[in-house]
């Protein structure tokens, strides 16, 4: 009975998850590189690349409170572009694998 179910479930989890999540990476060493580029390294406190890209993850989870001067202006356009393309854009196209591999089950 749940047999249909658990086959299901793999077949997300062996393809839809990890396509999702190369395609998340690409998106996330794209956005930490333009912000890491973006910021003024000495005020922001992103002093490599690593501090950039976590930054980013965490501003697709919202917990994020960058200190921006007025000129830092393209830092929050990359701030918002990100939350909306990852957020919106990303999470649609995970749904919508999802479900291409539920209607393949059934």
Not at 45 to 62: E, N
Not at 70 to 83: K, P, Q, R, T
């Amino acid at each position: 009975e749940y047999g249909h179910f658990v086959l299901m479930l793999m077949q997300m989890l062996q393809h839809d998850i990890r396509k999702f999540f190369a395609i998340y990476a690409i998106f996330l060493f794209g956005f930490s590189h333009a912000l890491y580029i973006a910021s003024n390294r000495v005020n922001s406190g992103m002093t490599d690349f690593l501090a950039a890209m976590r930054v980013s993850f965490q501003a697709v989870l919202q917990e994020v409170e960058l200190e921006m001067e007025s000129s830092d202006i393209m830092v929050g356009i990359i701030g918002l572009a990100n939350f909306f393309l990852v957020s919106v854009v990303l999470i649609n196209l995970l749904i919508a694998m999802m479900s291409s591999t539920y209607d393949e089950i059934n």
